[in-house]
Structures are given as structure tokens and as C-alpha cells.
């Protein structure tokens, strides 16, 4: 293999990295987020009526 090669399979490989910790920190759960509704991200609930089934 020619350095070529091995640079274009090591910035290949940086690049699947990068991706892939995007996805991961986009995917994993932060300790409750916004599902809890705990009112720490400071969204208003107030106009938002509850489903009526």
C-alpha cells in the first residue's frame, strides 16, 4: 500500500468517528431531557390541552 492509500483510509476512518459520535450524542438520553416535564428547560405548557380520548 502506498501512503496514498493509508491517508485516505485514515481520514475515511476519522470521518466514520465523527458520524458516528454525532448520531451517539444525538440518540443517547440526558438524565430525564424534556420527556419529564420538570420545567427545567423552561418550554411553557400552559396553552397545550391534554388529549381527550
Not at 451517539?24 to 424534556?34: D, F, L, Q, T
Not at 428547560?41 to 396553552?47: L, Q, R, T
Amino acid at each position: 500500500m502506498d501512503i496514498q492509500t493509508i491517508l485516505v483510509a485514515l481520514l475515511f476512518a476519522a470521518a466514520l468517528f465523527y458520524v458516528g459520535r454525532i448520531i451517539y450524542r444525538a440518540v443517547s438520553s440526558k438524565s430525564g431531557g424534556c420527556a419529564s416535564n420538570c420545567g427545567k428547560c423552561g418550554v411553557d405548557f400552559s396553552n397545550i390541552e391534554p388529549n381527550k380520548k
